[in-house]
């Protein structure tokens, strides 16, 4: 019921920065938390952001140290701007949509997320 479609990875020089976007289609209704997680070859997933996009939202972004998430309401697109970035941030990130912990609050677990992008890779070198 939901389609994500990750786009803006690649491969940046530490201390660089990357815009990640995640298009988001279908019946979002249900789905009012948007979030980033990004996994390593060997590691498990880790959750990086996550943001209410839901119904009486008074915040779009969210500043969580060098990395800001963000949502287009507009243009459905949620976005994570990553600022002076590590090679321990060397990932595929993939962007996940799910229900509300509570209102106006989302989790920021990957089994609280049953949508799922296929991923986008970021590699960072030093």
């Known amino acids: 019921q939901v389609r994500l479609v990750e786009s803006g990875g690649g491969s940046v020089q530490a201390g660089g920065s990357l815009r990640l976007s995640c298009k988001a289609s279908g019946y979002l209704a249900n789905r009012p938390c948007m979030a980033w997680f990004r996994q390593a070859p060997g590691q498990e997933r880790e959750g990086v952001s996550r943001?209410?996009?839901?119904?009486?939202?008074s915040a779009t972004d969210s500043v969580e140290g060098r990395f800001t998430i963000s949502w287009d309401n507009a243009n459905s697109t949620l976005f994570l701007q990553m600022n002076n970035m590590k090679p321990e941030d060397s990932a595929m990130y993939y962007c996940a949509a799910g229900p509300a912990a509570t209102i106006g609050r989302c989790a920021l677990v990957a089994v609280r997320y049953p949508d799922w992008g296929l991923g986008t890779q970021v590699t960072v070198s030093s």
């Open positions: 943001l209410w996009t839901g119904p009486s939202t």
